[in-house]
């Protein structure tokens, strides 16, 4: 999760509603790019979060599911990140 709340402006819709406007300012990883190789040559990889909250790993023609441990430990080149709760 990533929470922005401190970092943002409130608006007068949010402070009357508790700050619950559109979810807040709380975020939630579904998706990483990584770079794998260097500045001048490489491969890129994604791994994305399903709605069950599984993480599977797409390298080219190949797919397979990976642990969210291995998510947060690659290196990230691009984060995408989705509004947590919509309510």
């Not at 559109?22 to 998706?31: C, I, K, M, R, T």
């Amino acid at each position: 999760m990533l929470d922005l709340s401190q970092y943002c402006c409130v608006s007068p819709e949010e402070q009357e509603s508790g700050g619950r406007v559109f979810g807040g300012h709380v975020y939630q990883l579904f998706a990483v790019v990584c770079h794998i190789g260097s500045v001048n040559t490489g491969h890129y990889i994604s791994m994305v979060k399903n709605r069950e909250g599984l993480w599977f790993k797409f390298d080219d023609a190949t797919v397979t599911m990976v642990s969210q441990d291995e998510v947060l430990n690659s290196r990230a080149y691009l984060l995408f990140y989705i509004i947590n709760d919509i309510s």
